[in-house]
């Protein structure tokens, strides 16, 4: 028997509409598990600005949540275009997102921020050109 | 403050879930830019919003939100509201605008963001 429990997600990176399922399945899983709603509510939105950063910036890709005993990890891999300046990035309110995208609600410069503030930890490997994984742990 | 007291002091219509008006709810937040909603917001019960797309119900079930209030008389989509009363969220709209909308509610006992 594996150590962890898994959901894996394909993030559709062309419908706005559907971003962010993933996030609300997500949601769900770990409830049905009995976990805190504190936890819940930090894995949930960190994966949902993750999820909606995906689409906005990267043509979508996938996330993985794995549930340990003592943490989730949630994995955000997508094949974007990566980002070039990730200190700038992580700043509030910068946003390289279009007006468009600012019109529905996003691209206030706070996705990167919001996963760092709800997770205990939050790994970013992004190359310019190829894509950015992002990995973030939130303990138990 | 129970729902029903939204409804009355903002003169809203409800789009859905008439029978849990009577939930009570104790803090309200009001954003356009549902980023700032995820950053600032919490144990808010409701939301009050001019923006409408799916995202803003995703938003509101991210936050354990029950209640959101459209304002400016924008009007979600029947799907959005079927999402909302999927879960347990209360939708109403309102004509007033945001600023008056939020400093009804305030003024009336309902209060915002609790600072960290």
């Not at chain 1, 949540?65 to 070039?84: A, H, Q």
């Not at chain 2, 809203?12 to 937040?29: I, K, M, N």
């Amino acid at each position: 028997m594996s150590d962890h429990l898994n959901f894996h997600f394909t993030v559709d990176g062309d419908n706005f509409v559907s971003a962010g399922q993933a996030s609300v399945q997500v949601k769900k899983n770990l409830r049905e598990l009995g976990l805190s709603p504190d936890v819940i509510r930090k894995v949930s939105i960190a994966m949902y600005e993750g999820e909606i950063n995906m689409v906005i910036h990267a043509h979508g890709g996938t996330a993985d949540v794995n549930v340990y005993e003592d943490r989730i990890e949630i994995i955000l891999d997508d094949e974007g275009p990566g980002i070039k300046d990730v200190e700038l990035a992580l700043q509030e309110g910068y946003s390289t997102a279009s007006d468009s995208v600012r019109s529905l609600g996003f691209g206030a410069g706070m996705g990167l921020p919001n996963m760092k503030r709800y997770s205990d930890d939050m790994r970013i490997d992004t190359t310019v050109g190829v894509g950015t994984k992002i990995t973030m742990t939130i303990r138990l | 403050m129970k729902i029903s007291e939204i409804k009355e002091l903002l003169d809203a219509e409800v789009l859905c879930l008439e029978d849990h008006l009577d939930t009570e709810v104790h803090s309200a937040c009001g954003s356009d830019m549902m980023s700032d909603v995820l950053a600032y917001v919490k144990d808010q019960a409701v939301l009050l919003t001019g923006l409408v797309n799916s995202q803003v119900i995703r938003t509101a079930q991210m936050m354990d939100m029950v209640c959101v209030v459209f304002v400016r008389s924008k009007r979600p989509t029947p799907e959005m509201v079927e999402i909302a009363r999927e879960n347990s969220i209360v939708v109403l709209a309102t004509g007033k605008r945001m600023y008056e909308a939020c400093g009804t509610l305030y003024a009336n006992g309902l209060s915002g963001a609790l600072h960290e």
